[in-house]
């Protein structure tokens, strides 16, 4: 069936520096999402996206982070600076369509850890 | 295969009434968590319960490990319950969430 990828799997970094996660999501999805659990804690909403915009984000969704599609390419979300409390799993999710009735594909996840 | 099996994948339900949706699972959890899917895609934590059962209000999850399901409970259903659960597992050997195919409820008033 439909996949997302999420590359990598896992990625470790010295606090401070830039990250960027990669989702390659469902070839003719439009609605993009990531999500955010902290290990032993719930997933949480951050962000979604759609034709190059924004359209929704949570508390959680900082200033430090952004996202991008360019040119049809990954879906990214970049955190610059990263802190500590950054490390997490991080999900990408898509759609093809915005409302309830739309199903999700969710990536298996990137792990990030900020050292 | 797949991890988890989600039922029923479809619900329709008269106002008042309870439903009851269930997840089962294949393989060994470190978590399940439950989710309502908003307008606009975004999901809304309702639970996260690795074993056992939690409340909250109307809502009700219990997760029994040994015999690899866990269950939703909505009791007085009302129009606004409306909409897509999901129910998602963390897997214990290597951290990877699997999410279940969901159930679109739908209540009637």
């Known amino acids: 069936g439909p996949k997302v990828l999420q590359i990598p799997s896992h990625q470790i970094i010295d606090m401070g520096q830039m990250v960027t996660l990669n989702c390659d999501p469902v070839s003719n999805h439009l609605y993009f999402y990531w999500y955010k659990q902290i290990l032993g804690q719930q997933m949480e909403f951050l962000v979604n996206?759609?034709?190059?915009?924004?359209?929704?984000k949570s508390k959680l969704f900082k200033d430090q982070f952004s996202v991008e599609r360019p040119d049809g390419s990954y879906f990214t979300l970049k955190i610059q600076p990263t802190a500590l409390e950054d490390s997490a799993v991080y999900f990408c999710a898509s759609s093809s369509g915005p409302g309830e009735n739309e199903r999700l594909f969710f990536g298996h996840g990137t792990k990030l850890s900020v050292l | 295969g797949q991890q988890v099996q989600q039922s029923p994948a479809s619900l329709v339900l008269q106002e008042g009434e309870n439903a009851e949706l269930q997840c089962n699972f294949s393989t060994s959890l470190n978590s399940m968590q439950w989710f309502y899917q908003r307008p606009g895609g975004s999901l809304v934590s309702l639970f996260y319960n690795p074993s056992g059962t939690k409340h909250s209000g109307r809502l009700t999850s219990t997760t029994v490990i040994k015999e690899r399901r866990s269950s939703l409970h909505i009791s007085s259903s009302q129009t606004t319950d409306s909409g897509t659960y999901l129910c998602?597992?963390?897997?214990?050997?290597?951290?990877?969430?699997?999410f279940g195919d969901g159930t679109q409820l739908v209540v009637k008033p």
């Open positions: 998602a597992l963390e897997q214990s050997s290597n951290n990877r969430i699997f």
């Open positions: 996206f759609y034709n190059g915009k924004v359209m929704e």
